[in-house]
């Protein structure tokens, strides 16, 4: 008896909606971040359940495949916020204005 | 030697760029290298007046081509040089003159810090002037025209640390490039009209006219006619002159009296074919000269700078030119043009020695008893009055009585009686130089110092040129000069109206003792006082003969303030129109601009959720149209 593909879907739209809450509700830059980290995961979880509903091996080589992109924008992502942070002295996006126009 | 005549221009050129570029090392010697060179260039040109005398008078117009000058499109300029009558009496009288004066400079300058530079500019000046004299075309003419331009701006200026000096030097430059403006536009109507910038198509080759309607002539020549002006201080573009004596006084001799000024009037007797088809251009030039020599005689007479009066004395001899090129007695215009160059070379570098010997005071009512201190000086610049003022037999008398005398022959009452009124003037305002400067008590400190030997030795040359080149010039029964010039200028056709010519002689001569007469009356030793005193006494009369008649002043008026208000009332409608509608395209560019950046708010968050916003409509996009 398989899980059915629903619970997998429901939970990746919770998640993601969790994420997405996180990423534009909060003004912390690591929170964001963590954010993103969270919707990454609910579209992992979206592809592996496809993948394992249509028996194939695609998409869950596609997750890896976005992990390991993952990991290298947290190595970027985070290094962008230490050195906003050094040089502002705060990691509140909304103070990061600078580029505007 | 006529092949050389090149080097006749090409001499004084190099030798100007030796004494530009290291003039400063050379020292005293960069006079000597300036006057050996125009010597030399004098006797090329000597070599070249003698070869063409041994040909037949029909074979005299030689053109010598030293190079291809200007390719482009139709227009070809070859670099020719044209040896004629004309062109080498010219380069005679360049070159001979102007090595007196170059070698009166070099004791003149010895106490100057820049030879180098000074001697220079005197070597570019008369190679240009020579290229003007020699060019067998209006290219080259023209080149000349604007070189003898910039080389009267330098040497006028050449003291430019002083500010009238320089300000000078500007208003030569300025006045004059009115009239050269006027020729370039003729010379444009030349090239319309003719496709040819060749003498020998424009003004027609030996005998023939050139094909030219009359209203097209008259353009032409109204427009080279204002160049001439400009350059040769006439009215209305004489203002430049006087104050161009701020130069040092051998370039007042060389310039401003012997040669600069002169090229206005070869331009008029090189071009008298053009004029003479325009009758109406003819009777202009007539009619501006004979104006001239009358207003700038009177204006001398109000002078108290002594090289002012005999800047205006340039200009009514100057006149006298032009009304005898006016009433088409060219040669006699150029007879008078060498015998002027000979005595008022002479009677400026006079007035140099006086200010030589006594730091540089020029002023008569600060002169006076000279004639003790500098006899050499005094006996020369008396020698340099005679002559001016016409008394037989010295050169005045040949050339400028001898343009009245033939006015008078051919019935041309109105100039005959004002022009004898311009010649009594001459002779009065001469006079009154000598009597005011050289005789009576003096009314300067100390003692002047009589020139030096090297300073008198070109002086004395001048004064036999100036005692009897005229005679020579008019020797034989058609005059020597005009019939060697016969075939450029064409014969002069003498009338038998009017008075005999021994009636007119007295007349004549009457009317310079006259002159001379009523300037021993007014300016004896005895009546010092009175002349002195009269711009107190008469202010009207003095202010008006002084300012020459306040036309420097009515043009400073017109520029200064007509000119400034007008400049300023465009200066306003360029800022609030123009700048105006400029800058209003601007400022609603940056307006409209200003709405962009509400969508570029560098918040973060923001751009975040519009990513979603897109992300969502896309999805509801995908499933509404499934």
Redesign the interface.
């Known amino acids: 008896m398989r899980t059915p593909i629903a619970y997998f879907l429901l939970l990746s739209a919770i998640l993601f909606a969790l994420g ?1 809450a996180s ?3 909060r ?1 912390n830059a690591l929170r ?1 971040f963590m954010g993103v980290e969270l919707q990454l995961n609910a579209v992992n979880l979206t592809l592996v359940a496809f993948s394992r509903m249509h028996l194939e091996l695609d998409g869950q080589i596609l997750a890896f495949f976005s992990m390991v992109v993952a990991a290298a924008e947290v190595v970027v992502g985070l290094a962008i916020i230490v050195a906003v942070f050094r040089r502002t002295g705060t990691a509140d ?2 103070r ?6 | 030697m006529i092949d050389l005549i090149g080097l006749a221009i090409a001499i004084p050129l190099v030798a100007a760029g030796v004494n530009m570029l290291v003039g400063a090392r050379l020292g005293r010697y960069a006079g000597w290298l300036a006057t050996g060179a125009m010597a030399a260039s004098f006797a090329i040109a000597l070599g070249a007046l003698l070869d063409l005398l041994s040909l037949p008078a029909g074979d005299r117009t030689q053109v010598v081509t030293v190079a291809e000058w200007i390719r482009a499109g139709a227009a070809t300029v070859t670099l020719d040089l044209r040896v004629d009558p004309l062109s080498i009496t010219m380069a005679m009288v360049v070159t001979g003159v102007g090595s007196l004066i170059h070698l009166y400079a070099i004791g003149y300058m010895e106490h100057d810090p820049r030879p180098g530079r000074f001697f220079g500019y005197m070597n570019l000046f008369c190679a240009f002037m020579l290229a003007l004299v020699l060019a067998n075309d209006f290219v080259l003419l023209y080149l000349g025209w604007e070189g003898v331009g910039l080389c009267s701006y330098l040497l006028i200026g050449f003291w430019s640390d002083r500010p009238e000096a320089a300000s000078a030097a500007k208003k030569a430059f300025i006045t004059t490039r009115v009239g050269d403006v006027m020729l370039l536009l003729g010379l444009f109507a030349i090239w319309i009209h003719f496709g040819s910038f060749d003498f020998d198509t424009v003004l027609g080759a030996e005998g023939s006219l050139p094909e030219i309607a009359t209203g097209t002539a008259t353009a032409i020549s109204l427009l080279m006619l204002g160049g001439a002006v400009g350059k040769s201080a006439q009215l209305p573009l004489h203002v430049w002159l006087p104050d161009a004596m701020a130069g040092p006084t051998p370039v007042s001799a060389l310039i401003h009296a012997a040669t600069m000024v002169t090229a206005g009037v070869y331009l008029v007797v090189r071009t008298h074919v053009l004029f003479e088809i325009s009758e109406i251009a003819l009777t202009v030039v007539a009619v501006i000269g004979l104006a001239g020599a009358l207003y700038a005689g009177f204006a001398s007479l109000g002078q108290y700078d002594m090289k002012r009066a005999l800047a205006y004395s340039t200009m009514s001899q100057l006149g006298f030119m032009f009304l005898a090129a006016g009433l088409g007695f060219s040669a006699v215009a150029i007879s008078l043009l060498v015998a002027h160059a000979f005595y008022k070379a002479l009677l400026f570098l006079t007035s140099g020695n006086v200010m030589h010997g006594l730091h540089d005071e020029i002023d008569v009512r600060r002169l006076g008893g000279l004639v003790r201190d500098m006899p050499w000086t005094a006996a020369l610049f008396a020698v340099g009055a005679l002559a001016l003022s016409g008394l037989p037999p010295f050169s005045g008398y040949f050339t400028k009585d001898a343009i009245l005398e033939l006015a008078s022959h051919d019935g041309e009452v109105w100039a005959y009686v004002l022009g004898s009124l311009g010649a009594l003037v001459s002779a009065w305002y001469i006079a009154r130089l000598f009597f005011t400067a050289f005789i009576g008590d003096r009314r300067y400190e100390g003692r002047a110092h009589e020139a030096s030997t090297l300073m008198r030795a070109p002086l004395v040359v001048l004064a036999i040129g100036a005692l009897f080149a005229g005679m020579w010039l008019a020797l034989t029964p058609d005059g020597r000069l005009a019939t060697f010039l016969e075939p450029v200028v064409g014969t002069v056709a003498e009338g038998h109206a009017g008075p005999s010519a021994q009636v007119l002689v007295a007349i004549s001569v009457v009317l310079t003792l006259l002159g001379i007469a009523i300037a021993w009356r007014l300016y004896r030793p005895a009546a010092a006082e009175r002349w002195i005193s009269f711009p107190e006494r008469e202010p009207g009369l003095a202010g008006a003969l002084g300012h020459a008649f306040y036309i420097d002043d009515l043009y400073a008026w017109i520029v200064g303030t007509v000119g400034l208000r007008g400049a300023a009332a465009l200066e306003g409608f360029d800022r609030i129109v123009v700048d105006g509608a400029v800058n209003g395209v601007g400022r609603l560019a940056v307006r409209l601009s200003g709405l962009a950046p509400i969508w570029q708010s560098g918040k973060v968050r923001r751009y975040a959720l519009s990513f979603l916003a897109g992300g969502v409509a896309l999805l509801v996009f995908a499933v509404v149209r499934v």
Do not use: E, P, Q, W
């Open positions: 997405s990423v534009l509700l003004r964001i996006v909304d990061a204005d600078v580029l505007r126009g």
